[in-house]
T-cell receptor, first 112, second 116 residues
Framework: ETGVTQSPTHLIKTRGQQVTLRCSSQSGHNTVSWYQQALGQGPQFIFQYYREEENGRGNFPPRFSGLQFPNYSSELNVNALELDDSALYLC???????????FGQGTRLTVV | AQSVSQHNHHVILSEAASLELGCNYSYGGTVNLFWYVQYPGQHLQLLLKYFSGDPLVKGIKGFEAEFIKSKFSFNLRKPSVQWSDTAEYFCAVNAGSTSGTYKYIFGTGTRLKVLA
């Protein structure tokens, strides 16, 4: 186990709805990154949070947003869900400036 | 832009066969290299990593990988696979940015099936 926990583990939403996914980072880690893993693909970087601010973003539209809290936990919010948002969403925690991150078990989101 | 290529999308082997999964990356600077495994229904698990030093890296479960800088490659090997190695394997690279951000770039993965 990596010490990174995500909730919920599975979620079903309807197209157009909004969803919030949660992540608790490993103890002592101050940086959280989010990845989207579509079926049959490798994980793709969505964004990273450090000191409660976005600190790097991948090629995802603004309807993907996030938060980081003072205890370093994080949320990923997706508005106006589309069918293509169906994927496994992975959270990874690390120390800022360190190369290795530790992944949670993921949240499986299904949009119908 | 950084990219990672995994050439074998599906591999089927019999138990005790040797395994080599190819991984090539595209990036001009210093990178960190990783192999992850994802068992069905489970999270990504780190097999091994390379940051610097000896280019032959040994990881968990008998896996090893060799970094060949001139070929931009980081191939994963195991001398004798077991049925329990059936999983999906991901090669990944990351490199630091001026903001201190490290983002992983993953390959598309290789699905390994080991026949008992």
């Amino acid at each position: 186990e990596t010490g990174v926990t995500q909730s919920p583990t599975h979620l079903i939403k309807t197209r157009g709805q909004q969803v919030t996914l949660r992540c608790s980072s490993q103890s002592g880690h101050n940086t959280v990154s989010w990845y989207q893993q579509a079926l049959g693909q490798g994980p793709q970087f969505i964004f990273q949070y450090y000191r409660e601010e976005e600190n790097g973003r991948g090629n995802f539209p603004p309807r993907f947003s996030g938060l980081q809290f003072p205890n370093y936990s994080s949320e990923l919010n997706v508005n106006a869900l589309e069918l293509d948002d169906s994927a496994l969403y992975l959270c990874a925690s690390s120390l800022q400036g360190r190369a290795e991150a530790f992944f949670g078990q993921g949240t499986r989101l299904t949009v119908v | 832009a950084q990219s990672v290529s995994q050439h074998n999308h599906h591999v089927i082997l019999s138990e005790a066969a040797s395994l080599e999964l190819g991984c090539n990356y595209s990036y001009g600077g210093t990178v960190n290299l990783f192999w992850y495994v994802q068992y069905p229904g489970q999270h990504l698990q780190l097999l091994l990593k390379y940051f610097s030093g000896d280019p032959l890296v040994k990881g968990i479960k008998g896996f090893e990988a060799e970094f060949i800088k001139s070929k931009f490659s980081f191939n994963l090997r195991k001398p004798s696979v077991q049925w329990s190695d059936t999983a999906e394997y991901f090669c990944a690279v990351n490199a630091g940015s001026t903001s201190g951000t490290y983002k992983y770039i993953f390959g598309t993965g290789t699905r390994l099936k080991v026949l008992a």
